[in-house]
């Protein structure tokens, strides 16, 4: 049962131009979301979150958009470097959840110069 | 920033021997690292939850007497894969969130570990 899904396993963009990454999740008790970038053979960093009080979080070139309603996030990068190319993961926490992460399968992002 | 040193990056053991592959946190500590594992092109799944001091809690169908975790300090647990098989061939991550950061600060990662069962 995939709790959190990425239905786009990869994306490619022109450089400069917006790259938009979807997610979405099943489970009404999540309320906290997290971006992750993946490099290969390396560990996930965080990226930006959001919680679910909110709709929007920026930082930077990033942008976190939240639509509870229809239980879907996305992630907004403008403008898109050749060094945002990387495996992007969605995660989210329950309430009271353990505070343990449940991840999406990634997607991967490729920036064309 | 926070960083979480995972070892070794890869590892080829011969199937019924154990491989035991280490987390530390370097510069905060940890009351709780969790266990990924990925398989290829597929998410990252929970395997446990590592306790400092107490039990590791462990997700629905892993093994705890095949993955053994022990989270003796603060700063570092560990995860034996005991009687390897081939089949345990996969990526190994772990990550820790700084105690002294609320329950939604954020996870760091570890680089992972591949194992490779032969």
């Known amino acids: 049962d995939q709790q959190v899904k990425q239905n786009s396993p990869s994306l490619s963009v022109q450089e400069g131009r917006i790259s938009i990454l979807n997610c979405d999740y099943t489970?009404?008790?999540?309320?906290?979301f997290l971006w992750y970038k993946k490099y290969p053979a390396e560990g996930p960093t965080f990226l930006i979150s959001?919680?679910?009080?909110?709709d929007k979080n920026e930082d930077g070139r990033f942008t976190v958009f939240l639509n509870k309603s229809a239980k879907h996030l996305s992630l907004h990068i403008v403008p898109s470097q050749p060094g945002d190319s990387a495996v992007y993961f969605c995660?989210?926490?329950?309430?009271?959840?353990?505070?343990?992460?449940?991840f999406g399968q990634g997607t991967r992002l490729t920036i064309n110069p | 920033g926070a960083v979480v040193s995972q070892h070794p990056s890869r590892v080829i053991c011969k199937s019924g021997t154990s491989v035991k592959i280490e987390c530390r946190s370097l510069?905060?500590?940890?009351?709780?690292m969790f266990w990924y594992r990925q398989f290829p092109k597929q998410s990252l799944m929970l395997m446990a939850t590592?306790?400092?001091?107490?039990?590791?809690?462990?997700e629905q169908g892993v093994e705890k007497d095949k993955f053994l975790i022990n989270h003796a300090s603060l700063t570092l647990s560990t995860l034996t894969v005991t009687s390897a098989h081939p089949e345990d061939s996969s990526f190994y991550i772990c990550?820790?969130?700084?105690?002294?950061?609320?329950?939604?600060?954020?996870?760091?990662f570890g680089n992972g570990t591949r194992l490779t069962v032969t």
């Open positions: 510069d905060f500590q940890a009351t709780t």
């Open positions: 489970n009404s008790m999540f309320d906290y």
């Open positions: 995660a989210a926490k329950e309430v009271g959840g353990a505070q343990k992460l449940v």
């Open positions: 959001i919680s679910s009080i909110k």
């Open positions: 590592s306790n400092e001091g107490s039990k590791a809690t462990y």
């Open positions: 990550s820790a969130r700084d105690r002294r950061g609320g329950e939604n600060s954020p996870l760091h």
